[in-house]
Nanobody
Framework: QVQLVESGGGLVQAGASLRLSCTASGRTFSNYHMGWFRQAPGKEREFVAGISWGGASTYYAVSVKGRFTISRDNAKNMLYLQMNSLKPEDTALYYC?????????????????WGQGIQVTVSS
């Protein structure tokens, strides 16, 4: 079992930056591939970014590529999402998630563990 807790969300203006953090506890964090997802009201949960267990491989949704950066610190059991040049359409509840295998990072159902989510609101 892995417990995940997100932090760092908030209300910002368009063009600003935020860094989300995800604190992991329980089983060995470095054994898991990780992902960030988001869900806006009335929309399905969508993939934002993914990172392999060691951090060597990263994956991004087209909508955030070049603006968001996913990273991890296995020594601290931490996952991060640096979000720059935020847009109003980035407004959503953001979740971190963990999975055991390294395929299909963009598929929500392939993740076994989820955080409770953190709100990010970008005003225009």
């Amino acid at each position: 079992q892995v417990q995940l807790v997100e932090s760092g969300g908030g209300l910002v203006q368009a063009g600003a930056s935020l860094r989300l953090s995800c604190t992991a506890s329980g089983r060995t964090f470095s054994n898991y591939h990780m992902g960030w997802f988001r869900q806006a009201p009335g929309k399905e949960r969508e993939f934002v970014a993914g990172i392999s267990w060691g951090g060597a491989s990263t994956y991004y949704a087209v909508s955030v590529k070049g603006r968001f950066t996913i990273s991890r610190d296995n020594a601290k059991n931490m996952l991060y999402l640096q979000m720059n040049s935020l847009k109003p359409e980035d407004t959503a509840l953001y979740y971190c998630a963990a999975r055991s295998d390294g395929s299909s990072y963009s598929v929500p159902n392939s993740y076994a563990y989820w955080g409770q989510g953190i709100q990010v609101t970008v005003s225009s």
